[in-house]
């Protein structure tokens, strides 16, 4: 087995794991979308047009609680809008033409951008991006109909410790990256921000200034390294 070869199977194992670990997930909102008011059709719905987890977590959530879906479609709205960000990151990345662009941006999510970013080689974060998106989307519907269709029946997902699964897989993709200082003090400075944001703002506003935090520190250091 050649080098490029041990390296691609290196990342398609991993991202199976990702989106293992992440499709599962999709039970959980299945059942709360399914408790919170939403038909099992609707909910399903939400996977396969949305299909961006926090968004769809937010949206439910704001119903539960008892707003109106227009309260949760903004909310779900603003914690999409860090999607955009990771396609301006992914773009030259990938390289990918105009056409295909278009085709693979449904896949453009936290696990998939954590995916690829990390890789060498533009045939590596390509790998990367594919079988994280495609594996999360399949589960995550999946995952998302069986959850829906128990329903009430699969109790609070947080006593099967579901609730962990996908932190737990983030920090995993994120572990690499904290073995350099600055990128370590860029990540404690982000959490921060977003920690003291969350009892004073609305939903998805933490997580947005957080990565404007990143966003600024990348520019800031690329700019003082002359770039």
């Known amino acids: ?30 059942a709360l979308g399914a408790s919170g008011g939403l038909s099992v059709l609707q909910t399903c719905a939400m996977s396969l047009l949305i299909f961006t987890g926090a968004s769809q977590f937010a949206f439910v959530g704001v119903l539960a609680s008892g707003g109106n879906p227009l309260s949760g479609a903004l909310t779900a709205l603003l914690l999409g809008t860090r999607n955009t960000l990771y396609g301006l990151r992914l773009a030259p990345l990938l390289a990918f033409s105009p056409r295909r662009r278009l085709g693979s941006a449904h896949l453009v999510i936290d696990e998939s951008t954590a995916m690829a970013v990390t890789r060498e080689t533009t045939a590596l974060a390509r790998t990367g991006f594919y079988w994280t998106g ?54 404690f400075t982000a959490a921060a ?12 506003v933490p997580v947005l200034a957080a990565g404007g935090v990143a966003l600024l520190a990348g520019v800031l250091l690329r700019t003082g390294d002359g770039r």
């Open 1 to 30: 087995m050649t080098h490029d070869e041990h390296q691609r199977r290196s990342v398609v194992r991993d991202s199976l794991g990702v989106g293992l670990a992440t499709g599962v997930y999709g039970a959980s909102f299945g």
């Open 134 to 187: 495609v594996s999360i989307f399949v589960l995550w519907n999946l995952f998302t109909f069986l959850g829906a269709f128990a329903g009430s029946t699969l109790g609070d997902p947080r006593d099967y410790g579901l609730d962990a699964a996908v932190g737990a897989a983030f920090l995993a993709l994120l572990w690499p990256r904290l073995r350099e200082r600055r990128n370590l003090g860029v990540g």
């Open 193 to 204: 921000v977003a920690l003291l944001l969350v009892p004073v703002t609305a939903a998805g």
